[in-house]
């Protein structure tokens, strides 16, 4: 991964903030930020970058392609490196975790159900609310102490 080259091959330079903040999305176990998330780490690093800076350099990636920006219901926008590779996701209703998934099946339903409809899908987006294995977990716990 050269991050100066990704940046000159999207047409941007490589300004001390885009480098950092790309290389975060490629260092971090997280795979969806929030700018205030990317703002959090850039100001434990002593980095002197403000949040209007960060949210204006991921537009910039994900206008550019790098990145690419989801509205999931918790409000914020989030953003994840573009793969090339589509997947859906599901997402915490009370923790906000959001995890990844692909399914054949659920691909080949919906391409077959907007052309039943006649439509011509151009692209799509899926993604499930509920708990997470440990909120779930965490809520049932509660009930029973109860």
Do not use: W
Request: proline letters at 1%.
């Amino acid at each position: 991964m050269d991050i100066p080259s990704e940046l000159h091959n999207s047409g941007l330079k490589a300004t001390l903030p885009r480098l950092r903040i790309l290389q975060i999305f490629h260092d971090v176990e997280i795979k969806h930020l929030s700018a205030e998330a990317i703002y959090r780490i850039l100001l434990n690093e002593k980095i002197d970058v403000g949040l209007a800076t960060v949210y204006r350099v991921l537009m910039q990636f994900a206008q550019a392609g790098l990145l690419v920006r989801h509205h999931f219901e918790s409000g914020a926008a989030l953003f994840e490196l573009n793969s090339g590779r589509h997947h859906d996701h599901l997402v915490c209703t009370i923790c906000g975790k959001v995890e990844e998934f692909v399914d054949d099946e659920i691909e080949h339903r919906q391409k077959q159900i907007a052309k039943d409809m006649g439509f011509v899908l151009q692209e799509h987006s899926m993604s499930l609310y509920g708990a997470c294995s440990q909120c779930g977990q965490s809520r049932l716990d509660a009930l029973r102490r109860r």
